[in-house]
Protein backbone atom coordinates (compact mmCIF):
# COMPACT_ATOMS: atom_id res chain seq x y z
CA UNK A 1 0.00 0.00 0.00
CA UNK A 2 0.92 3.59 -1.38
CA UNK A 3 -0.05 6.57 0.98
CA UNK A 4 -0.51 9.88 -0.24
CA UNK A 5 -0.78 13.20 2.25
CA UNK A 6 -1.67 16.35 0.76
CA UNK A 7 -1.07 20.09 1.69
CA UNK A 8 -0.79 23.43 0.59
CA UNK A 9 -4.21 24.54 -0.41
CA UNK A 10 -6.65 27.14 0.77
CA UNK A 11 -8.00 30.59 -0.21
CA UNK A 12 -6.34 33.26 -2.29
CA UNK A 13 -6.95 36.28 -4.12
CA UNK A 14 -6.51 36.38 -8.13
CA UNK A 15 -3.34 36.57 -9.33
CA UNK A 16 -1.86 35.16 -5.92
CA UNK A 17 0.02 32.21 -5.73
CA UNK A 18 0.01 28.63 -3.71
CA UNK A 19 2.17 25.62 -3.55
CA UNK A 20 0.66 22.30 -3.31
CA UNK A 21 2.84 19.49 -1.64
CA UNK A 22 1.94 15.81 -1.96
CA UNK A 23 4.37 13.28 -0.30
CA UNK A 24 3.88 9.78 -0.82
CA UNK A 25 5.04 6.81 1.77
CA UNK A 26 5.15 3.30 1.90
CA UNK A 27 7.03 0.10 1.49
CA UNK A 28 8.11 -2.31 -1.39
CA UNK A 29 7.30 0.25 -4.30
CA UNK A 30 8.72 2.72 -6.78
CA UNK A 31 7.33 5.85 -8.59
CA UNK A 32 6.55 6.32 -12.52
CA UNK A 33 4.36 9.08 -13.28
CA UNK A 34 3.57 11.23 -10.32
CA UNK A 35 0.76 14.43 -11.47
CA UNK A 36 -2.15 16.56 -10.29
CA UNK A 37 -5.70 16.42 -11.15
CA UNK A 38 -8.59 18.86 -10.48
CA UNK A 39 -12.43 18.72 -9.92
CA UNK A 40 -14.54 21.81 -9.93
CA UNK A 41 -17.94 21.96 -8.88
CA UNK A 42 -19.97 19.97 -11.58
CA UNK A 43 -17.17 19.08 -13.34
CA UNK A 44 -15.08 16.26 -14.58
CA UNK A 45 -11.32 15.52 -12.73
CA UNK A 46 -8.86 16.89 -15.39
CA UNK A 47 -5.48 16.66 -15.23
CA UNK A 48 -3.49 19.69 -14.06
CA UNK A 49 -0.12 18.54 -14.12
CA UNK A 50 2.27 15.15 -14.54
CA UNK A 51 5.65 14.25 -14.15
CA UNK A 52 7.40 11.54 -15.42
CA UNK A 53 9.35 8.52 -14.68
CA UNK A 54 11.84 10.28 -17.69
CA UNK A 55 11.98 13.73 -16.17
CA UNK A 56 9.46 15.35 -18.69
CA UNK A 57 6.22 17.28 -17.58
CA UNK A 58 3.02 18.29 -19.30
CA UNK A 59 0.70 20.87 -18.55
CA UNK A 60 -3.20 21.47 -19.56
CA UNK A 61 -3.36 24.26 -21.54
CA UNK A 62 -5.03 26.49 -19.35
CA UNK A 63 -2.50 26.46 -16.55
CA UNK A 64 0.87 26.54 -19.20
CA UNK A 65 3.15 29.27 -17.81
CA UNK A 66 1.38 29.84 -15.11
CA UNK A 67 1.85 26.24 -12.60
CA UNK A 68 5.10 24.09 -12.06
CA UNK A 69 5.26 20.79 -11.19
CA UNK A 70 8.31 19.22 -9.32
CA UNK A 71 8.70 16.45 -8.14
CA UNK A 72 12.23 14.45 -5.97
CA UNK A 73 12.52 10.91 -5.65
CA UNK A 74 16.08 11.59 -3.70
CA UNK A 75 16.57 9.32 -0.86
CA UNK A 76 13.42 8.39 -0.55
CA UNK A 77 11.54 11.40 -0.13
CA UNK A 78 8.99 10.73 -3.00
CA UNK A 79 7.09 14.09 -2.98
CA UNK A 80 5.32 16.20 -5.99
CA UNK A 81 4.67 19.61 -5.88
CA UNK A 82 2.54 22.02 -7.86
CA UNK A 83 3.73 25.74 -7.99
CA UNK A 84 0.63 27.71 -8.82
CA UNK A 85 0.76 31.73 -9.56
CA UNK A 86 -1.34 33.96 -11.26
CA UNK A 87 -3.88 32.33 -9.63
CA UNK A 88 -7.69 32.63 -11.91
CA UNK A 89 -10.86 32.28 -10.23
CA UNK A 90 -11.40 29.36 -12.30
CA UNK A 91 -8.52 27.19 -11.14
CA UNK A 92 -11.10 27.17 -8.08
CA UNK A 93 -11.71 23.44 -7.41
CA UNK A 94 -10.57 20.11 -5.62
CA UNK A 95 -6.93 19.40 -6.45
CA UNK A 96 -5.34 15.55 -6.04
CA UNK A 97 -2.34 13.91 -6.32
CA UNK A 98 -1.75 10.76 -8.18
CA UNK A 99 1.13 8.73 -8.40
CA UNK A 100 1.44 5.43 -10.57
CA UNK A 101 3.62 3.07 -9.00
CA UNK A 102 5.58 -0.76 -9.23
CA UNK A 103 3.92 -2.18 -6.62
CA UNK A 104 5.57 -5.74 -4.78
CA UNK A 105 3.02 -7.51 -3.48
CA UNK A 106 3.45 -11.06 -2.70
CA UNK A 107 5.89 -12.40 -5.76
CA UNK A 108 4.05 -10.27 -7.90
CA UNK A 109 5.08 -6.56 -9.56
CA UNK A 110 1.84 -4.78 -9.92
CA UNK A 111 1.11 -1.04 -11.76
CA UNK A 112 -1.15 0.73 -9.62
CA UNK A 113 -2.28 4.20 -8.96
CA UNK A 114 -3.15 5.93 -5.91
CA UNK A 115 -4.78 9.15 -5.09
CA UNK A 116 -4.67 11.75 -2.42
CA UNK A 117 -7.31 12.74 0.01
CA UNK A 118 -7.83 16.02 -1.91
CA UNK A 119 -7.19 19.90 -1.06
CA UNK A 120 -9.10 23.06 -1.77
CA UNK A 121 -8.10 25.80 -3.72
CA UNK A 122 -10.37 28.75 -4.05
CA UNK A 123 -9.62 32.04 -5.87
CA UNK A 124 -11.48 34.62 -4.81
CA UNK A 125 -11.50 38.14 -4.04
Known amino acids: QVQLVESGGGLVQPGGSLRLSCAASGSRFSINHMGWYRQAPGKQRELVAVSTSDGSTNYADSVKGRFVISRDNADAKNTVDLQMNSLKPEDTAVYYC?????????????????WGQGTQVTVSS
Open 98 to 114: KVNVNERVLLNLLVRDY
